[in-house]
């Protein structure tokens, strides 16, 4: 299994444009997860799905949308890039009541100038 | 809701010293709880986890924890560490499947291993 895969690994985007982030898992996990982390700050949920079809808003949604149409993946949409997105993000999955251990993605990179 | 407190920002040790790594959660209702460890420029790695049974929890590279409900803690220790085991360290919570499965993190402790 390669297990939580993100890309891209890096980006740089200019204030006011849009990009997708990817994330897709390979072991059939029915819930995934969006995380930013910021320098001291810990991680923070951004959103989270339950399943296909099934999304909801975690801690810090503001400027983010997702969507879940298969269970393999959970893109974050950024529309109308701000500094303040300037972060890390960590996609992650988990296999709920048999597994209940959240597995995380390698991470994107993205600074906003 | 639940939270996460680290009590150290920065940990700093000499190598072969051991170390204890502060967490305190609260919550309203019985958790699972985690430690993750992330070294410079890398994702999250588990060390270890607590999720029910025994309230001494082994994980990797010698690392483990203990569960204390009646404090709300979940300390994790080392007996002696090594320069290699310099990284952040978060504790994590999550209310089970009520809650989905979501994790509440700390704001992590760096640890730092000193020759």
């Known amino acids: 299994n390669a297990g939580v895969t993100q890309t891209p690994k890096f980006r740089i985007l200019k204030i006011g444009q849009s990009m997708t982030l990817q994330c897709t898992q390979d072991m059939n996990h029915n819930y995934m997860y969006w995380y930013r982390q910021d320098p001291g700050m810990g991680l923070k949920l951004i959103y989270y799905s339950v399943g296909a079809g099934i999304t909801d808003k975690g801690e810090v949604p503001n400027g983010y949308n997702v969507s879940r149409s298969t269970t393999e993946d959970f893109p974050l949409r950024l529309e109308l890039a701000a500094p303040s997105q300037t972060s890390v993000y960590f996609c992650?999955?988990?296999?709920?009541?048999?597994?209940?251990?959240?597995?995380f993605g390698p991470g994107t990179r993205l600074t906003v100038t | 809701a639940q939270s996460v407190t680290q009590l150290d920002s920065q940990v700093p040790v000499f190598e072969e010293a051991p170390v204890e790594l502060r967490c305190n959660y609260s919550s309203s209702v019985s958790v699972y709880l985690f430690w993750y460890v992330q070294y410079p420029n890398q994702g999250l790695q588990l060390l270890l986890k607590?999720?029910?049974?025994?309230?001494l929890v082994k994980g990797i590279n010698g690392f483990e924890a203990e569960f204390n409900k009646s404090q709300t803690s979940f300390h994790l220790r080392k007996p002696s560490v090594h320069i290699s085991d310099t990284a952040e360290y978060f504790c994590a919570v999550s209310e089970g499947g009520g809650s989905n499965y979501k994790l509440t993190f700390g704001k992590g402790t760096l640890l730092t291993v000193n020759p």
């Open positions: 992650a999955s988990n296999g709920g009541l048999a597994v209940p251990m959240v597995d």
């Open positions: 607590y999720l029910s049974g025994s309230t």
